[in-house]
């Protein structure tokens, strides 16, 4: 079974310039969460999104936003990249919504799509 | 809201000894508890989850984490680390029957002393 693929894995962006990620779930799941990770502040939530809707969101600018397609696929879009935006994107997809009883809130992550803002 | 603590954001330890981290929870229902691994270039791995069956979690690698409510604690332990262990330890909570997203700890890197 093949696991949660991100792309691209690295990219280079200057400020003001927006970028979009892409992940693809592992087969059958059906919910997408996106976090941020940089040094020193660990994983921060962006969203989630689960049957195309977004059902959570973290405290992020508007300038970060995402979408789910009906084949569970989801991508994120940072516009006006900022310096402060640069950092490791990580997608996990899970069975059902990540924090609910029946799927136990198991995560399967990607391995990440690093970006740097220059 | 829940939130997660974890003590200690670089943690040593010689080859063989005991490896213990610290996580503790804040949650206003019975969490769901996780903790999860990240080797160099690499996404999250699940070591173990709490989901209120036996307090004392075994995971893979041999670790194992014990649910203790009345210290809101999950603390992480390895009777005896291997120089594969070196890596960033998370540990993770969620609220029980809620549409909630699951929160991390800002992490640990465990430093493994030949």
């Known amino acids: 079974k093949a696991g949660v693929t991100q792309t691209p894995r690295y990219l280079i962006k200057t400020r003001g310039q927006q970028v979009t990620l892409s992940c693809s779930p592992i087969?059958?799941?059906?919910?997408v969460s996106w976090y941020q990770q940089t040094p020193g502040q660990g994983l921060q939530f962006l969203f989630e999104?689960?049957?195309?809707?977004?059902?959570n969101k973290g405290n992020f600018p508007g300038r970060f936003s995402g979408r789910q397609f009906s084949n569970s696929r989801s991508e994120m879009n940072v516009s006006t990249l900022e310096l402060g935006d640069s950092a490791l994107y990580l997608c996990?997809?899970?069975?059902?919504?990540?924090?609910?009883?029946?799927?136990?809130?198991?995560?399967?992550f990607g391995e990440g799509s690093r970006l740097t803002v220059l | 809201a829940q939130s997660v603590t974890q003590l200690g954001s670089h943690v040593s330890v010689s080859e063989g000894a005991l490896v213990l981290l610290r996580c503790n929870y804040s949650?206003?229902?019975?969490?769901?508890l996780f903790w999860y691994v990240q080797y160099p270039n690499q996404g999250l791995q699940l070591l173990l989850k709490?989901?209120?069956?036996?307090?004392l979690v075994k995971g893979i690698n041999g670790f194992e984490a014990e649910f203790k409510k009345s210290e809101t604690s999950f603390h992480l332990t390895k009777p005896s680390a291997h120089m594969s262990d070196a890596a960033e330890y998370f540990c993770?909570?969620?609220?029980?029957?809620?549409?909630?997203?699951?929160?991390f700890g800002k992490g640990t890197r465990l430093h493994i002393l030949p």
């Open positions: 949650s206003s229902v019975p969490p769901y």
């Open positions: 993770a909570v969620s609220d029980r029957n809620r549409d909630d997203k699951i929160i």
């Open positions: 999104y689960f049957s195309e809707t977004q059902r």
């Open positions: 087969s059958g799941h059906r919910s």
């Open positions: 996990a997809s899970s069975l059902g919504l990540a924090g609910r009883h029946l799927n136990t809130g198991e995560l399967f």
């Open positions: 709490y989901t209120s069956a036996a307090t």
